[in-house]
């Protein structure tokens, strides 16, 4: 089982950005697609953008487009989320984890091996 490791949170403004990271330890998930989700306080964990096993497919969610972006270094074994534009609404702690699927998905149940998570906030 792919375990994955996310760094790269922390406190900005509105209207900044962070790049979070997520790094796998142990095995390869160089032929699973990563996702990212979220979990604000008090409300269910939700899925935020996933890439593929060869980057070519990524899925996002609505409320995210056109600020986050979603790559991955294959080199590197690493998959980095680019959040732009931050919201106090994006304010969260966020994990990734490897799908059983080389395909991007935004299917929960699809995903193991969850990091511990990165904490994100947004003061506004």
């Known amino acids: 089982q792919v375990q994955l490791q996310e760094s790269g949170g922390g406190l900005v403004q509105a209207g900044g950005s962070l790049r979070l990271s997520c790094a796998a330890s142990?095995?390869?998930?160089?032929?699973?697609?990563i996702g990212w989700f979220r979990q604000a306080a008090g409300k269910d964990r939700e899925f935020v953008a996933a890439?593929?096993?060869?980057?070519?497919?990524?899925r996002y969610a609505d409320s995210v487009k056109g600020r986050f972006t979603i790559t991955r270094d294959r080199t590197r074994d690493t998959v980095y989320l680019q959040m732009n534009s931050l919201k106090p609404e994006d304010t969260a702690v966020y994990r990734c984890a490897g799908a059983r699927t080389p395909v991007a998905t935004e299917t929960i149940t699809f995903y193991s091996g969850w990091g511990q998570g990165t904490e994100v906030t947004v003061s506004s």
């Open positions: 890439i593929g096993w060869n980057g070519g497919t990524t």
């Open positions: 142990g095995r390869t998930f160089s032929n699973n697609a």
